[in-house]
C-alpha cells in the first residue's frame, strides 16, 4: 500500500512540475524527460539573468538567456528570453538597434509572438525619439493586426508623436557673433558625479557612529550626536528607540562615519541614506566618485603594482561606475559594494600608490563614440582576451579576442583540474541535467581566442550540447576558471588543463601588472579596449 501511495505521489508530482515549467498553451504536447529536464534549465537560467541584471552583470545576463533558448522546447519560453536579451541590449547595453534585429527574428521565426515582437519594436523605436519609424511599425502592427491585443497601445502611441511632433519648435543654428568659423572652442570640464553605493539591503538594523569618535553626526531635522542606531517596526524606521515620520534618514559629518550592519562594518566618507525596502533597510553611501575610487583601486589590484598599472586600473573603474550610473538611474542605486560590480571597503583600504594614481587620472573617462564604455574586465586573460560575442551573445568593437602574452607571466595564468565520470555525471544530475554513462566530452564550439563556448558529452543513450560557462563550467558543476582550456580522457577520469581566470574579455589585471612596467597607462588601456579614448570628464 505505501508503495503504491509513493508511486501516486511521484506521478502527482511529475504532472506539477510540467504544469509550472510548461507554459499554459503549451501543455498539449507530451514532454519527454530530457525536454522537461531541458524546459526546467531554460526556466533557471532565465530567473538567473534577471539576478545579474540586477547586480550589473548585462553581458553575462545574455548569456543566460542564450542558454535558455539553447534548451527549451518551448517557443514561448524562447521568445521570452529573447525579449529579456533584447532588453538587456537596448536598456543596458547601448545597442537598441541589435534589439530591433531581435523583433524582428522573433516576429519571422515565431508567427504566434509576431504582434508582440512587432509592437515592440515600434515602442523600442519611439523611446529612441525615433517617430518616423516609430509611426511606421505601428501603422503596419494596425495593418497587420487590427484586433491584436496591442491595438489601443498603438493608436495612443502614434497620437502622442503627433502632438510631440507639432509642439516641437524649430531649431535654429546658434549664433555667436565673437566666434571665427575655425575657431575652435574649449572643452568644457562637468561636475564631479557622485555615486549611490549599496552597502546593504538585507539587515533589519544598524549603527552609525564617527570615524574619528569626535565629530557629531547629524541628521535632516533630527539633531546632531555621536552614535546613532537605527531599526524597523512595523514597515517604519526606528532611530534611537522611537519612530520617526521620515521615510528615510541620512547621516552627515564634517569628517568620516562608520556604519555597522549584520557582520560587516565600513568607514566612507560622504553621507550615509538609510530607508526601507521590501521590509529591509536600504543603506547607501552617497560618495564622490573619486573618493569612492581611492578605496576601489587598491581593492582590485595590488597597491604595490606599478604607478601606470594602478592608473589603468583607476581609469577603467571610473568608467565602468560612470556607465552604471547613466544605466541605473531608473534603480535605487548606482553601484553594489562588493564583487557584484566592484570591490568598495571604504576608507580603511584606501592607500597612498592608489590614492596618487586616482588623483593623476582624476576624470578620466574611456569613451567609444563618445559614449561611456562598459569596461570589462577579468583576473587573467590566459595570454588571450576574450570576444565578448563569443562569449556572452553580443559584442562590443572595443572587446575583441587578441594575444596577450604579458598575461602569462602573471598569477592565475594556468590551472588544472580532474574530475572522475561518475563525480561529473553527479554534479550534472544535481542540477537536473542526466547524462548517464559519459563516454566522451569534446569541444563543439570554439571562440576567435580558442575558448570552447559549448561542448558536446555523449553517454549511453545519446548526447547533450551544453555551453561551458554556464553550465559544465559553471560554478555550480565544475567550477572551471576559464574556458580557455583543452579537455583529456584517460581511463575513467577527466583533466581540464586550461589557462586564464575570469571570462577573459577585456582588461586583463594580471596582464597590466606586467605591462606597467614597460608601458604608459594609456597605452595599456589603447591594448585592452582597442578603438577607445580617454577623455577628461570632471
Not at 491585443?149 to 516641437?168: D, G, H, L, T
Not at 548526447?463 to 581511463?491: A, E, M, N
Request: glycine share 6%; with cysteine; proline share 4%.
Amino acid at each position: 500500500m505505501k508503495n503504491r501511495i509513493a508511486i501516486i505521489q511521484k506521478l502527482l508530482f511529475s504532472v506539477l512540475v510540467l504544469m509550472l515549467l510548461i507554459p499554459a498553451g503549451a501543455q498539449a504536447r507530451k514532454y519527454s524527460p530530457v525536454e522537461l529536464e531541458d524546459q526546467a534549465q531554460a526556466q533557471w537560467h532565465i530567473n538567473y539573468a534577471s539576478y545579474l541584471i540586477d547586480i550589473g552583470k548585462y553581458f553575462e545576463a545574455l548569456e543566460q538567456y542564450d542558454t535558455a533558448v539553447d534548451y527549451s522546447p518551448v517557443a514561448k519560453t524562447r521568445v521570452n528570453a529573447m525579449f529579456g536579451k533584447a532588453m538587456v541590449l537596448s536598456t543596458f547595453l547601448d545597442a537598441p538597434e541589435k534589439a530591433a534585429d531581435l523583433y524582428r527574428m522573433v516576429g519571422r521565426s515565431y508567427p504566434d509572438y509576431a504582434d508582440t515582437a512587432l509592437y515592440r519594436l515600434g515602442f523600442l523605436y519611439y523611446q529612441m525619439n525615433k517617430f518616423d519609424r516609430a509611426k511606421s511599425v505601428f501603422q503596419q502592427y494596425l495593418r497587420y493586426f487590427p484586433k491584436g491585443k496591442f491595438k489601443y497601445q498603438a493608436e495612443a502611441v502614434i497620437s502622442s508623436m503627433k502632438v510631440k511632433q507639432e509642439q516641437k519648435p524649430e531649431q535654429k543654428p546658434e549664433q555667436k557673433p565673437d566666434e571665427k568659423p575655425d575657431q575652435k572652442i574649449p572643452e568644457k570640464i562637468g561636475k564631479e558625479p557622485s555615486l549611490r553605493v549599496c552597502l546593504s539591503r538585507k539587515v533589519t538594523s544598524m549603527t552609525v557612529t564617527t570615524g574619528s569618535g569626535k565629530d557629531k553626526i547629524c541628521t535632516d531635522d533630527l539633531g546632531c550626536e555621536r552614535k546613532y542606531k537605527v531599526s524597523l517596526s512595523s514597515n517604519k524606521l526606528i532611530l534611537d528607540g522611537k519612530v520617526v515620520s521620515a521615510n528615510r534618514i541620512k547621516f552627515k559629518s564634517t569628517g568620516t562615519l562608520k556604519v555597522k550592519y549584520g557582520s560587516e562594518s565600513k568607514k566612507v566618507r560622504g553621507i550615509i541614506d538609510v530607508s526601507i525596502r521590501k521590509g529591509k533597510l536600504l543603506i547607501l553611501n552617497l560618495v564622490d566618485i573619486e573618493d569612492y575610487l581611492r578605496s576601489v583601486v587598491p581593492a582590485e589590484s595590488y597597491a604595490s603594482w606599478p604607478t601606470e598599472t594602478l592608473k589603468a586600473q583607476a581609469v577603467a573603474a571610473r568608467t565602468y561606475a560612470y556607465y552604471q550610473k547613466k544605466h541605473r538611474s531608473h534603480l535605487f542605486y548606482d553601484v553594489y559594494a562588493d564583487t557584484y560590480d566592484q570591490m568598495y571597503a571604504g576608507v580603511d583600504r584606501e592607500d597612498k600608490r592608489a590614492d596618487k594614481a586616482v588623483k593623476a587620472t582624476s576624470g578620466h573617462v574611456l569613451l567609444y563614440k563618445d559614449k561611456p564604455i562598459l569596461s570589462q574586465y577579468t583576473a587573467n586573460s590566459g595570454g588571450f582576451t576574450a570576444d565578448a560575442k563569443a562569449i556572452f551573445g553580443a559584442g562590443k568593437a572595443y572587446l575583441v579576442a587578441h594575444k596577450d602574452p604579458a598575461s602569462l607571466k602573471g598569477k592565475m595564468a594556468s590551472w588544472t583540474k580532474k574530475y572522475s565520470r561518475k563525480d561529473i555525471e553527479a554534479k550534472l544530475k544535481k542540477i537536473g541535467i542526466s547524462v548517464p554513462g559519459i563516454r566522451s566530452i569534446t569541444a563543439l564550439e570554439r571562440g576567435p581566442s580558442g575558448r570552447i563556448v559549448k561542448v558536446r558529452i555523449k553517454y549511453k543513450s545519446g548526447h547533450r550540447d551544453l555551453r561551458t560557462r554556464t553550465t559544465l563550467g559553471s560554478s555550480r558543476v565544475l567550477k572551471l576558471p576559464d574556458i580557455l582550456l583543452q579537455i583529456d580522457k584517460k581511463g575513467d577520469s577527466y583533466t581540464f588543463k586550461g589557462r586564464g581566470w575570469g571570462h577573459g574579455v577585456g582588461y586583463s589585471q594580471w596582464g597590466a601588472a606586467e605591462l606597467g612596467k614597460s608601458k604608459k597607462y594609456n597605452e595599456i588601456l589603447k591594448f585592452y579596449y582597442p578603438g577607445s579614448s580617454i577623455k577628461r570628464l570632471w
